[in-house]
């Protein structure tokens, strides 16, 4: 039997920890700033950020995805390592066809039942408006998923790179997204900072990887965190950044769609001080309960990111129009306690929702399943990577127009990701992929 190229490194509890504490972050902040209203027999939304903009800082909190794509890097690289040091082609294209699968199949569930739902709505002659507002809600935020599929589709180049350049492969990601910053921000093509999508995400998945290798000892965490923490300040406030760490409706820079440099320089202050209390808190929660919890709450992280939006449609209809939810004026006293009402209500509804999606997890949760077919190993590869880009395009596609734009299915984006899932649901037989071994 080939042994792996190394021994697994023990478990790190922490990285778990902030695995699971990052998406509940997200979410947490996604139900905050999702303030439904009900006036006049109309649904609409306000913006807090907008209406009061003073809560923009309050986004440095909860703008934590950078440390779950950190853990993730490492977590790649982890389960990369495991791969026998003489693994060809065809074992290496497997991993990748797991990991995407992993993705694919609770994302696909997900996707489908959002699209049955909004064509009954559509049936029962609920509005264009409605449609349209709701379809975004429990889409928008399937952006992570298609940046999550490009870097883990990205792994085998990622990990080679930093065999050969160690800390010189994420400094220059970084690097060239602060270049395509400058020109973005400085010409009239904004356009080009759709790059930053690649170069920022990629860069905090390398740390991740980087870390694993020993690479980023606490000295160098600490430092990275330091002159991060000195640069955001300035970035926000005598550079071309906004505060807000999420897109703000009317500024002409975001931090976050695409990402900048702002939220880069955000990114390594989370990452070097997390990262360099990592040891602390293995020892601490390595003892009692911990593992176990821990361990649940990553089995289930997946599931509550893909349907937190869910319980903001479910209790928006039934607890406005009826009354049973406050609208007091926005900032005031009664306000403030209507949305910690809001936040727990949700939570109650997403806990039930949970336990359903946990009874059902043969179906909901299941990795996609591939075929086996008699192609040449090569032209597999080629196809999972094809499905792959496509299913990132189509979630990214669903994230920015919804599941109802202009109250309609958006048909070419759900082809694009079946097609794109077909792609990558094919797989060499044992006898094909033996040829490129």
């Given at each position: 039997?080939?042994?792996?190229?190394?021994?697994?490194?023990?478990?790190?509890?922490a990285?778990?920890?902030?695995?699971s504490?990052?998406?509940?972050?997200?979410?947490?902040?996604?139900?905050?700033?999702?303030?439904?209203?009900?006036?006049?027999?109309?649904?609409?939304?306000?913006?807090?950020?907008?209406?009061?903009?003073?809560t923009?800082?309050?986004?440095?909190?909860?703008?934590?995805?950078?440390?779950f794509?950190?853990?993730?890097?490492?977590?790649?690289?982890?389960?990369?390592?495991?791969?026998?040091?003489?693994?060809?082609?065809?074992?290496?294209?497997?991993?990748?066809?797991?990991?995407?699968?992993?993705?694919?199949?609770?994302?696909?569930?997900?996707?489908?039942?959002?699209?049955?739902?909004?064509?009954?709505?559509?049936?029962?002659?609920?509005?264009?408006?409605?449609?349209?507002?709701?379809?975004?809600?429990?889409?928008?935020?399937?952006?992570?998923?298609?940046?999550?599929?490009?870097?883990?589709?990205?792994?085998p180049?990622?990990?080679?790179?930093?065999?050969?350049?160690?800390?010189?492969v994420?400094?220059?990601?970084?690097?060239?997204?602060?270049?395509?910053?400058?020109?973005?921000?400085?010409?009239?093509?904004?356009?080009?900072?759709?790059?930053?999508?690649?170069?920022?995400?990629?860069?905090?998945?390398?740390?991740?990887?980087?870390?694993h290798?020993?690479?980023?000892?606490?000295?160098?965490?600490?430092?990275?965190?330091?002159?991060?923490?000195?640069?955001?300040?300035?970035?926000?406030t005598?550079?071309?950044?906004?505060?807000?760490?999420?897109?703000?409706?009317?500024?002409?820079?975001?931090?976050?769609?695409?990402?900048?440099?702002?939220?880069?320089?955000?990114?390594?202050?989370?990452?070097g001080?997390?990262?360099?209390i990592?040891?602390?808190?293995?020892?601490?929660?390595?003892?009692?309960?911990?593992?176990?919890?821990?361990?649940?709450?990553?089995?289930?992280?997946?599931?509550?990111?893909?349907?937190?939006?869910?319980?903001?449609?479910?209790?928006?209809?039934?607890?406005?129009p009826?009354?049973?939810?406050?609208?007091?004026?926005?900032?005031?006293?009664?306000?403030?306690?209507?949305?910690?009402?809001?936040?727990?209500?949700?939570?109650?509804?997403?806990?039930?929702?949970?336990?359903?999606?946990?009874?059902?997890?043969?179906f909901?949760?299941?990795?996609?399943?591939?075929?086996?077919?008699?192609i040449?190993?090569?032209?597999?590869?080629?196809?999972?990577?094809?499905?792959?880009?496509?299913?990132?395009l189509?979630?990214?596609?669903?994230?920015?127009?919804?599941?109802?734009?202009?109250?309609?299915?958006?048909?070419?984006?759900?082809?694009?990701?079946l097609?794109?899932?077909?792609?990558?649901?094919?797989?060499?037989?044992?006898?094909?992929?033996?040829?490129?071994?």
């Amino acid at each position: 039997m080939t042994e792996p190229t190394s021994a697994s490194p023990p478990r790190e509890h922490a990285l778990d920890l902030y695995r699971s504490a990052a998406v509940m972050l997200v979410v947490i902040g996604h139900w905050l700033l999702s303030v439904m209203t009900y006036r006049d027999g109309t649904f609409g939304r306000d913006n807090p950020l907008v209406l009061m903009p003073w809560t923009q800082w309050i986004t440095w909190f909860f703008q934590v995805v950078p440390v779950f794509f950190a853990v993730a890097g490492y977590a790649s690289a982890v389960s990369w390592g495991r791969l026998p040091a003489d693994a060809g082609t065809a074992a290496r294209q497997e991993w990748i066809r797991r990991r995407v699968a992993r993705v694919l199949g609770p994302s696909g569930v997900y996707a489908f039942l959002m699209l049955v739902v909004i064509a009954v709505l559509k049936a029962l002659g609920i509005s264009g408006t409605v449609l349209e507002m709701g379809g975004w809600a429990v889409a928008m935020h399937l952006w992570f998923l298609a940046v999550y599929l490009m870097v883990v589709a990205l792994t085998p180049l990622a990990v080679a790179a930093h065999r050969r350049w160690g800390l010189a492969v994420p400094v220059t990601l970084g690097a060239c997204l602060v270049l395509v910053d400058a020109v973005g921000i400085a010409t009239d093509h904004p356009e080009i900072r759709m790059a930053n999508y690649f170069f920022c995400w990629a860069a905090i998945y390398q740390l991740g990887i980087a870390w694993h290798d020993g690479h980023l000892r606490r000295r160098t965490l600490v430092s990275t965190a330091v002159v991060a923490a000195l640069a955001l300040p300035a970035l926000v406030t005598w550079g071309p950044y906004p505060i807000a760490m999420i897109g703000v409706p009317g500024d002409r820079v975001e931090n976050s769609a695409p990402p900048s440099a702002a939220l880069l320089a955000l990114a390594l202050v989370q990452i070097g001080v997390l990262f360099a209390i990592v040891p602390v808190l293995n020892r601490l929660l390595a003892r009692g309960v911990w593992p176990r919890v821990l361990a649940i709450a990553n089995e289930n992280v997946m599931a509550l990111y893909l349907w937190h939006m869910l319980p903001v449609i479910v209790v928006t209809l039934v607890g406005y129009p009826t009354g049973l939810l406050p609208q007091p004026p926005m900032g005031s006293g009664a306000w403030w306690l209507a949305r910690l009402e809001w936040e727990l209500v949700l939570a109650v509804v997403a806990a039930g929702l949970l336990t359903l999606l946990y009874w059902q997890r043969r179906f909901v949760a299941a990795p996609m399943p591939t075929v086996a077919v008699p192609i040449p190993g090569a032209i597999a590869e080629g196809l999972l990577y094809a499905g792959t880009a496509a299913c990132a395009l189509a979630l990214a596609v669903l994230s920015a127009n919804g599941f109802a734009p202009g109250g309609r299915l958006p048909m070419l984006a759900a082809a694009l990701f079946l097609a794109g899932t077909a792609l990558v649901a094919v797989r060499p037989r044992a006898a094909d992929r033996e040829r490129i071994s």
